[in-house]
């Protein structure tokens, strides 16, 4: 969302959440091509204000998943969009297989046929 305020309401509510002990958080990070950029010492106070599980989506290859993950910022990445082209998502990354791309994003939510969501084949070597 472009909002200036966005990343103070967040830190406000995470705090807030935090006193609940509520399991996790999730933040679904913008992800077109020139959306903002999370700044790190926003992560860093959020790690710090919030005691339990952060997830986050959004633009997330397996090496920027893994390299924000090693930094203990976040507990978990979720991968939405790749699994539409990659149905294997799992697999390919753990063997280094190359992605799908999107056909067309006009078929990611469904439609009037089988086309884009379920047709998209599994790796093979």
């Known amino acids: 969302m472009e909002d200036e305020e ?16 509520i399991s996790y958080i999730h933040l679904c990070e913008a992800d077109w091509d020139d959306a903002p950029i999370v700044p790190l010492s926003f992560r860093e106070e959020l790690r710090e204000s919030f005691s339990n599980t952060i997830i986050v989506t959004g633009r997330y290859t397996k090496e920027t998943a893994n390299e924000i993950i090693k930094k203990d910022l976040v507990d978990l990445v979720g991968f939405g969009r790749y699994y539409i082209p990659n149905p294997d998502l799992v697999q390919r990354f753990k063997n280094n297989w190359p992605l799908a791309e999107i056909k067309d994003s006009h078929t990611l939510f469904g439609g009037r046929n089988e086309v884009g969501f379920s047709d998209y ?5």
């Open 6 to 21: 966005i990343l103070d309401t967040f830190m406000l509510v995470s705090k807030e959440l935090n006193k609940f002990d």
């Open 121 to 125: 084949p599994s790796y093979i070597e």
